[in-house]
Structure formats: structure tokens, C-alpha cells
């Protein structure tokens, strides 16, 4: 009612300047956490917001965001107590799931000893939650979608975020890539800034 050409105005073109890869939790609804309004985020959700190179669906929206849409951003958030990451930090079995969370499972196992040096199983689950952040943002710069947008050129920078579902905060990372030069060192630095 405040604004009776919205539905038209959307229905006409979206023109997002963001990605999201996101956790398909139904506790983290990304338009409302970023405040924005439909047409203006580009939204991809999975279990533990996982970016792996043989996902065909997330690499399919990845190329469709920064080919098609140009998006600027490509924003991958995830959440702390997000029952993925916590299933893949106590090895649970969940079925088929299991196949899916290997993903953060490796992660667990390349960061062993950060988490350990984390504390208890709450510090060591909300510390694995952000080393996943990490990790997909290296993934997400390793495509050929993100390496290809670098080499012509293209404005793409990829960020880390986390959400706390307790306090409703969304928290930078310091993990935000530029160009296929900054990987390496930002990945660096966001894994050090976390010891």
C-alpha cells in the first residue's frame, strides 16, 4: 500500500549489485539481515554455505550473478550455531547429508589445532563456523567464474562475513578479496587474526 508500483518496478528487471552465499538455516533470512529489498541481493543458500568446485548449482549462480548481473560483491555469511558446522565438528552421522559436510569436516581436519587452542566445544564450534567462512571465500576467488571477472578486469570483490544469531549482529571477517593477487594473503591474514 505505501508504495503501489513496487511489485511492477520489480517485475521489470533486477539489477543486485550482491551475492549472497549463505546458510540455507531459515534463522538467517539474508535480505532482512542486510536490510535490503527484493531485487537487490542475489541469494544462494545450502546447508553450512559450503562453495565447492563441482557444485554445479552454486557455480551456475555464481555465473549468472557476475556474467549476467555484474554483481560487485560476492558476499559469502555464515552463522554462528549453525548445526552443519557443529554436526561436521562432532562427526555426526546424518545420512546423506554426511557426503555434504565432508566439506566442513576437512576444514575441521586442516584446523585441528586452532580449534583445540579455541577452548571448550562452544569456542571450538563458534572458531570452526568462522574458519568455514574463510575457507569458501578462498573457494568462491579459486573459481574460474571469480579468476576470469579479475582478468578482464571486472570490479568483483569477495567477502567473509558471520551472523550471530543470539545478538542479530553480522560481523566482517577481515577476509575480502579483490584480485587473484590478494588471495593468498588475505587468506593469511584472517587465519592468523583468528589465533
Known amino acids: 500500500r505505501q508504495e503501489p508500483d513496487f511489485f511492477l518496478r520489480l517485475s521489470r528487471q533486477q539489477s543486485p549489485q550482491y551475492l549472497w552465499i549463505g546458510c540455507a538455516d531459515s534463522r538467517v533470512p539474508a535480505n532482512e539481515i542486510v536490510d535490503l529489498s527484493p531485487g537487490e541481493l542475489f541469494v544462494h543458500r545450502n546447508v553450512a554455505n559450503v562453495v565447492v568446485h563441482t557444485d554445479l548449482n552454486c557455480l551456475s ?4 550473478a557476475v556474467d549476467l548481473l555484474k554483481v560487485r560483491h560476492i558476499i559469502v555469511c555464515g552463522h554462528y550455531g549453525c548445526s552443519g558446522v557443529m554436526a561436521a565438528l562432532r562427526r555426526d552421522r546424518l545420512g546423506l547429508s554426511d ?3 565432508r566439506h566442513v569436516q576437512d576444514v575441521r581436519q586442516k584446523h585441528e589445532q586452532l580449534l ?18 574463510i575457507e569458501q571465500v578462498t573457494n568462491v576467488c579459486q573459481t574460474t567464474i571469480a579468476l576470469d571477472a579479475w582478468d578482464r578486469g571486472q570490479e568483483l570483490t569477495v567477502h567473509g562475513w558471520i551472523y550471530g544469531l543470539q545478538d542479530g549482529l553480522l560481523r566482517d571477517l577481515e577476509v575480502s ?15 592468523s587474526a583468528l589465533v
Do not use: S
Not at 569456542?123 to 574458519?131: G, H, I
Open 116 to 133: 583445540v587452542d579455541a577452548g571448550d566445544n562452544t569456542q571450538a564450534a563458534a572458531r570452526l563456523c568462522e574458519l568455514n567462512v
Open 177 to 191: 578479496v579483490a584480485g587473484a593477487d590478494e588471495i593468498a594473503g588475505v587468506y593469511q591474514q584472517a587465519i
Open 99 to 101: 557426503n555434504w559436510l
Open 61 to 64: 549462480v555464481m555465473q549468472f
